[in-house]
């Protein structure tokens, strides 16, 4: 499962509504986080540019990508790491990791870039 795009439930804060909702939404998975839970990574469009963070939230557009079934430009966002249960994966998408092994290995130095900066500035 490891390396792998899903699709997921994935919950998310309406801002419109001012509730949590869920839609369905592609994640990479990154880690095992026990038997039956997976550490991932939100892929989302990013409407709200001023959403983007220009260095963590890695571009991804259709046409580099042509496995994922994109149909907006979008962005692995390393600095949003999520747990999901196994049953939240709806859908196997794609090996990302084997696919595109150039861009899986940006986002996962991105990834733990971050990891290393939250962890330094919380000791």
Do not use: C, W
């Not at 369905?24 to 989302?44: F, K, M, T």
């Not at 790491?81 to 130095?109: C, M, P, W």
Request: proline share 4%; hydrophobic share 35%.
């Amino acid at each position: 499962m490891i390396g792998k795009a899903y699709v997921s439930v994935f919950k998310f804060y309406n801002s419109n509504t001012k509730k949590m909702e869920f839609k369905n939404r592609p994640v990479l998975i990154i880690g095992q986080a026990d038997s039956s839970d997976y550490v991932i990574l939100p892929i989302s469009r990013i409407t709200n540019q001023n959403n983007i963070d220009s260095y963590y939230d890695v571009p991804i557009n259709p046409t580099d990508v042509p496995l994922m079934n994109l149909t907006q430009r979008s962005y692995i966002r390393t600095h949003k790491q999520s747990v999901v249960h196994s049953g939240e994966l709806t859908k196997a998408i794609v090996d990302f990791r084997n696919e595109y092994e150039e861009l899986y290995l940006d986002v996962i130095s991105k990834m733990e870039e971050f990891q290393k900066n939250l962890i330094s500035k919380a000791l």
